[in-house]
């Protein structure tokens, strides 16, 4: 396994990009859960000559449900603004693969979430307990802020 990540913003650019067919995008919509993902030939367009596992099928899995923006708000800081209760988080970060994956993509489509892959792309391919801290440190951060009174 190769120890380099993909550019994360390039890969979503490419699942954007006019010449990827739209039946791959579809396909990847349709997908039930990530472990699918390895079944469909979005994945090979997506990552061209390599050889994808399971972070390669978690990224496709989301790349449907959320645009990009460069220097956009955590995921975390977005499902605090909006409005996410806490229970729904919590039980994202709580569950195993793969019902993580499916309660995050249900989330990511319920607040149309607009990400910065560059560190959204990173926290994904890293799926693991810091990288769930994290989501639920930011949530907290933003919901919990002074400045908003709470």
């Known amino acids: ?5 993909p550019d994360f913003v390039a890969v979503k650019m490419r699942y954007d990009n006019e010449s990827f067919p739209t039946g ?16 469909t030939p979005a994945l090979y367009r997506l990552f061209p000559g390599q050889d ?3 972070r390669h099928w978690r990224v496709a899995y989301l790349l449907p ?7 956009a708000k955590s995921l975390g800081a977005q499902l ?10 919590l039980q994202v970060v709580r569950a195993r693969a793969p019902l993580d994956m499916v309660q995050l993509r249900r989330l990511l489509a319920h607040i149309e979430a607009t990400v910065d892959w560059s560190e ?3 926290m994904i391919w890293y799926w693991n307990g810091r990288a769930k801290r994290q989501l639920v440190e930011d949530f907290y951060i933003a919901r919990f802020n002074p400045v908003k009174g709470d």
């Not at 396994?1 to 990540?5: F, G, I, N, Q, Y």
């Not at 605090?80 to 988080?89: C, I, L, P, T």
């Open 24 to 39: 791959a995008r579809a396909e990847l919509r349709r997908v039930a859960e990530p472990d699918d993902v390895a079944l």
């Open 65 to 71: 449900c959320c645009k990009h923006a460069a220097k």
């Open 120 to 122: 959204f792309g990173r």
């Open 80 to 89: 605090a603004d909006a409005k996410v209760a806490e229970a729904r988080v």
């Open 52 to 54: 994808p596992n399971e």
């Open 1 to 5: 396994m190769s120890a380099e990540l």
